[in-house]
């Protein structure tokens, strides 16, 4: 008797067991930084997490431990060796490395407060520094170590896309950010390394709340979305597993909204 053919194949659970990830940016548990690494690590990553600076390690360190990160050390972009430090350190520890999630931003407070146009010079090449070529060097530095491909990831808003009031100089600052990501993925695509932006709507964390009347633009976008709610890390973090699994190998060099659908909205 011939076998039943059957039309689909049961589909298997997202499973990252085996996958070792850098994960940049967690202030603390709003962070959506955190979101992402929680989701990964609930479905079986192995995680290296970095914290800011020593004032940062008192909040951050628990949350890597609870995470059961591997790694665990100090990276501001803008002291010189300390990115080459952790991924030296990835390289001894782990040899390899599958994916990369970068979720930070800065810009000096009066220039994020000011008109762009206002904005100096040495504002300007800070906030580009932090926010986008930060991202542009991790993926130099993980290259050699996504042997068998894999996945870098930043977080963009669409204040990149549309002029959003009291964003300000951010807003030029994620358009390149999105730019590069585009770049990024042409050229690192046939070594099967991925390059994808996420852009929440606004949420509630630390680095937001540096952004002028950020309550009201809360408000705003959610009132203004499709679904009249804002997304949360935990929506961020599910996304992120999912991208940084295997199920997403043919996702790349785009920005993927996780908003409500408030960017469709004028």
């Not at 994960?23 to 962070?31: D, L, M, R, T």
């Not at 170590?145 to 300000?168: A, D, P, Q």
């Not at 807003?171 to 730019?179: D, H, I, Q």
């Amino acid at each position: 008797m011939d076998a039943i053919v059957k039309p689909y194949q049961q589909v298997a659970t997202l499973n990252l067991a085996g996958k070792k990830g850098l994960v940049v940016g967690i202030a603390n548990e709003q962070s959506i930084a955190y979101g992402c690494a929680k989701h990964c690590r609930a479905y079986g990553a192995d995680l290296a997490v970095t914290y800011l600076n020593d004032k940062a390690e008192k909040w951050v360190r628990p949350l890597a431990e609870g995470l059961d990160a591997q790694i665990v050390l100090p990276c501001d972009v803008r002291e010189e060796g300390q990115l080459e430090a952790v991924f030296a350190e990835i390289e001894k520890t782990w040899g390899r490395l599958d994916f990369v999630i970068h979720s930070i931003a800065f810009a000096n407070r009066d220039d994020l407060h000011g008109r762009v146009v206002d904005c100096s010079r040495d504002g300007f090449q800070m906030a580009m520094d932090v926010s986008c070529h930060s991202f542009m060097r991790m993926g130099k530095l993980a290259e050699p170590l996504m042997t068998n491909g894999g996945c870098l990831m930043t977080i963009s808003f669409y204040g990149g896309r549309k002029v959003v009031e009291h964003y300000n100089v951010m807003g030029p600052v994620k358009a390149a950010l999105e730019s590069a990501t585009k770049y990024m993925a042409h050229e690192l695509g046939p070594k099967g390394i991925r390059v994808v932006a996420l852009s929440p709507g606004p949420l509630k964390t630390r680095a937001a709340s540096g952004i002028d009347r950020f309550d009201e633009l809360m408000e705003a976008a959610a009132a203004k979305a499709p679904t009249h709610q804002l997304a949360d890390i935990d929506d961020c973090g599910s996304f992120a597993a999912y991208l940084v699994s295997d199920g997403a190998k043919s996702v790349t060099g785009t920005t993927l909204f996780i908003d409500g659908g408030a960017h469709i909205v004028g």
